[in-house]
């Protein structure tokens, strides 16, 4: 397997993706890495993320330290996606059963109340127009 030569840049944040501007430089085994990809890389004081910026032929400082693996964060960016639609959809439901329980209430208190019950007429023909 052909060593190749990369350069990287530090992530600091993963979840902003803020990243530092210095580029390091390392050696892989990975043929198929592609800009923006986040990769393991082995640090003085251990391991770190990195985001892979590009292979390269030439570089200035002879690279020692290795990229170990690619990272795969699909899997935990789908769950997190998913949490987000199902937070979102219980929201819009509890929206839904509020306006309901409400008018429930103002139809069973617009049977006692003319006034109410004109009101909610006006309101329904209102909102039937618009």
Same mark, same amino acid.
């Given at each position: ?81 998913? $949490? #987000? /639609?199902?937070?979102?959809?219980? @929201?819009?439901? +509890?929206?839904?059963? &509020?306006?309901? !329980? $409400? #008018? /429930?209430?103002?139809?069973?208190? @617009?049977?006692? +109340?003319?006034?109410? &019950?004109?009101? !909610? ?10």
């Amino acid at each position: 397997m052909k060593t190749l030569k990369a350069s990287v840049r530090f992530i600091n944040d993963l979840e902003r993706q803020r990243r530092t501007e210095k580029v390091y430089h390392y050696l892989t085994m990975i043929p198929d890495l592609n800009e923006g990809d986040l990769v393991v890389v082995e640090t003085q004081y251990g391991y770190a993320v990195a985001e892979f910026i590009a292979y390269k032929d030439v570089i200035r400082k002879a690279a020692k330290s290795f990229i170990i693996q690619k990272v795969d964060t699909s899997h935990i960016d789908n769950q997190k996606e998913q $949490q #987000r /639609k199902i937070e979102s959809l219980k @929201a819009k439901i +509890d929206e839904k059963a &509020k306006e309901a !329980l $409400q #008018r /429930k209430k103002l139809n069973e208190l @617009a049977q006692d +109340d003319i006034e109410l &019950k004109m009101l !909610l007429d006006t309101l329904d023909s209102l909102e039937g127009n618009v």
